[in-house]
C-alpha cells in the first residue's frame, strides 16, 4: 500500500531519473550560484551593507568634528585612508556617508518603482489611448538624460536631501514604466488571463494576482541595477551641491570637497570615488547574475 509521503515523494521525482526535482527558487539559487562573479559581488554588497551598519563600531574617529593637527595627512596607521583639509578621518567619513549615499539610492528605486509599476501595469493592460498617452509622456521624460531630470526637479524643488531623493526618483520611472508596460502587453495575450476573465475576475486582480507573479523577474534584474544608477544620480547631486549639504558626510559631497587638493592630496577623492565604484560594480555583477538565473530561456541548460 502506497503511503501519502511516498506519493508526495513521487510527485517531486522526474520519471526518467528518480531525481527529485528542484524548486523554481532552488533552481533559480543554483543558477545564480554558478556565476562566479555575481556571488562575489553580493558577498562584497553583504559585507559593504554590514560596515555601512556596524559604521558606529568600526569608525575609528568623528566623521564631523574637524582635527586641526592631522589636516590633509596622507594614510597612515593612525588614519588608514588618510584625512580631509580639516583633519576629519576619511574612513569615517566614508562609512558614515556610504548609509546616506546608500539610503538615497534605495529610496529613489522605491519611488521609481512605486509610480511606474502601477502606471506600467495601465498601460500594458489597457492599450489604446491610454498607452498612447502614457507612453508620449514616458518619451517626454526620456529624451532628457537622468541626471538632467534630475537637475530639472531640484531646480524646481530646491535643494535638500528629500527633494534630491524625489529627483532621483523621478529621474527612474521612465525605465519602470516601459519595462512593465512591454512584459504586460505580452503576458496578457495568455490563455489563463482569458480564463480569469471569462469567470469574472476583475481587472486589477488580473493585473496583480495574475499577471505580476509572471513579470516580477525582469522587474527584479532592473531594479537591482538602477540601484547603481539612482546612487550614481544621487552622488552627482550631492557633488553639484543639490543634495546632501556639508558637513554631513556623503560620498558625493566628500568627492566635491576634495577636488581642489586632489594634485597634492589625492586620497580626499579617490577613496570616496572607489567606494561608489566598487558598490556600482557589484550591482550591475549581481543584477547579470540574476538576469541570468531567472531568464527562462536558460532554464534547461
Do not use: C
Request: charged share 15%; aromatic share 6%; proline share 5%.
Amino acid at each position: 500500500m502506497i503511503t501519502a509521503d511516498e506519493t508526495g515523494r513521487a510527485a517531486t521525482q522526474t520519471p526518467l531519473t528518480g531525481r527529485a526535482q528542484r524548486t523554481w527558487f532552488q533552481e533559480t539559487l543554483r543558477r545564480f550560484a554558478r556565476n562566479r562573479g555575481a556571488v562575489v559581488a553580493l558577498v562584497i554588497l553583504v559585507l559593504i551593507a554590514l560596515a555601512l551598519i556596524l559604521a558606529r563600531l568600526l569608525a575609528p574617529y568623528s566623521p564631523i568634528n574637524p582635527d586641526i593637527a592631522n589636516v590633509a595627512m596622507a594614510p597612515s596607521r593612525a588614519h588608514l585612508l588618510g584625512t580631509d583639509a580639516i583633519g576629519r578621518d576619511i574612513l569615517s567619513r566614508i562609512l558614515y556617508g556610504g548609509r546616506l549615499t546608500v539610503v538615497v539610492g534605495l529610496l529613489a528605486i522605491a519611488i521609481a518603482g512605486g509610480v511606474g509599476l502601477p502606471i506600467g501595469m495601465i498601460a500594458g493592460f489597457y492599450g489604446g489611448f491610454t498607452d498612447r498617452v502614457i507612453s508620449r509622456l514616458m518619451d517626454i521624460m526620456l529624451a532628457f538624460p537622468g541626471i538632467l531630470l534630475a537637475l530639472s526637479v531640484v531646480a524646481v524643488l530646491g535643494s535638500s536631501v528629500v527633494n534630491a531623493t524625489i529627483a532621483v526618483g523621478i529621474s527612474l520611472i521612465p525605465g519602470f514604466v516601459r519595462l512593465v508596460r512591454g512584459s504586460y502587453l505580452s503576458t496578457k495575450e495568455n490563455v489563463y488571463v482569458d480564463a480569469a476573465r471569462v469567470i469574472g475576475v476583475g481587472d486589477v486582480r488580473i493585473m496583480v494576482k495574475h499577471i505580476l507573479p509572471n513579470v516580477l523577474a525582469p522587474i527584479m534584474v532592473l531594479a537591482t541595477v538602477a540601484t547603481g544608477w539612482a546612487i550614481i544620480i544621487g552622488a552627482s547631486l550631492s557633488f553639484l551641491g543639490l543634495g546632501v549639504q556639508a558637513p554631513t558626510p556623503e560620498w558625493g559631497t566628500d568627492l566635491a570637497q576634495g577636488r581642489q587638493w586632489i594634485e597634492t592630496a589625492w586620497w580626499m577623492t579617490t577613496f570616496p570615488g572607489l567606494a561608489i565604484l566598487v558598490v556600482i560594480l557589484a550591482l550591475n555583477l549581481v543584477g547579470d547574475g540574476l538576469r541570468d538565473a531567472l531568464d527562462p530561456r536558460l532554464r534547461n541548460r
